[in-house]
């Protein structure tokens, strides 16, 4: 069974940081590209990162870019979401998705499992 | 950036009837490789979103046949053939053409 399990969410003053976790079980994950999207709450849907299996390339949404830096551990089937210098606008679900298989189509939105999400709320 | 518009923002279905939802984007989501990068999800209440079709039309895996994909260019139409309870949710397009994907602002289904 797939399961994609997200952790390290809380509440976190403006300005600080935080590392968000996705830990993956079930399937083969240095063969899947990874993404993360989030929600604010009551909101809709905001991509917000990906990366192939090898960690090639890396892209980013324009809202997070220069703050969030994705990356994961094949070894450790993890994926993370460092999130710096957040700020209020950053408050949302963030889920973990799994992306496609095939490594020239890393950055579709092809996501045919999400986590349970975990709430990142930055305010002071 | 490309943007693309839902509509409508609420629908009440009865059960048994069908079911449509627009998505327009602002650009064409047709590739040079033929292919179509359009994708559905549904959220349902309290949970994570789950995945419908993708490619335009091809259902994931697992997806009820009762929902399909249609449309061309700019145009696109989620149908739901007869609706069920379980069918209630946010529906949310979103596009691959283009890094970063764009979501539409998504649809909420009740039920009768």
């Known amino acids: 069974e797939v399961q994609l399990v997200e952790s390290g969410g809380g509440l976190v003053q403006p300005g600080r940081s935080l590392r968000l976790s996705c830990a993956v079980s079930?399937?083969?994950?240095?063969?899947?590209?990874m993404h993360w999207v989030r929600q604010v709450p009551g909101k809709g849907l905001e991509w917000v990162s990906g990366i192939p299996w090898n960690s090639g390339l890396v892209a980013y949404a324009d809202s997070v870019r220069g703050r969030f830096t994705i990356s994961r551990d094949n070894a450790q089937n993890s994926l993370y979401l460092q999130m710096d210098n957040l700020r209020p606008e950053d408050t949302a679900f963030y889920y973990c998705a799994r992306g496609p298989l095939y490594y020239n189509d890393w950055f579709l939105p092809h996501f045919d499992f999400w986590g349970q999400g975990t709430l990142v709320t930055v305010s002071s | 950036d490309v943007v693309l518009t839902q509509t409508p923002l609420s629908l009440a279905v009865t059960p048994g009837q069908p079911a449509s939802i627009s998505c327009k984007s602002s650009?064409?989501?047709?590739?040079?490789?033929?292919?179509?990068?359009l994708y559905w999800y549904v959220q349902r209440p309290g949970q994570s979103p789950q995945p419908l079709i993708y490619e335009l039309s091809r259902r994931f895996s697992g997806v009820p046949d009762r929902f399909s994909g249609s449309g061309s260019g700019t145009n696109f139409t989620l149908t739901i053939s007869r609706a069920e309870t379980e069918d209630v949710g946010i529906y949310y397009c979103v596009e691959g053409i283009h890094l970063p994907p764009a979501f539409g602002g998504g649809t909420k289904v009740e039920i009768k």
């Open positions: 079930g399937f083969s994950f240095d063969d899947y590209a």
């Open positions: 650009q064409s989501l047709l590739h040079t490789n033929g292919k179509t990068y």
